[in-house]
């Protein structure tokens, strides 16, 4: 059976997971309502 209690105390997070979280944080990512507002605007400006 396994020991959780020990486990827990064994674990170490990886430092790719530490890297990436860090990355992750700092960038300024678009997400798909930006991506659309961005296409719509050109299109509501030539409507006008």
Request: hydrophobic content about 40%.
């Amino acid at each position: 059976m396994i020991n959780y209690d020990e486990e827990i105390k064994k674990f170490q997070p990886s430092l790719e997971v530490e890297e990436a979280e860090e990355t992750i944080l700092h960038t300024d990512m678009s997400d798909i309502a930006d991506v659309i507002e961005k296409l719509m605007v050109p299109k509501e400006a030539k409507n006008r």
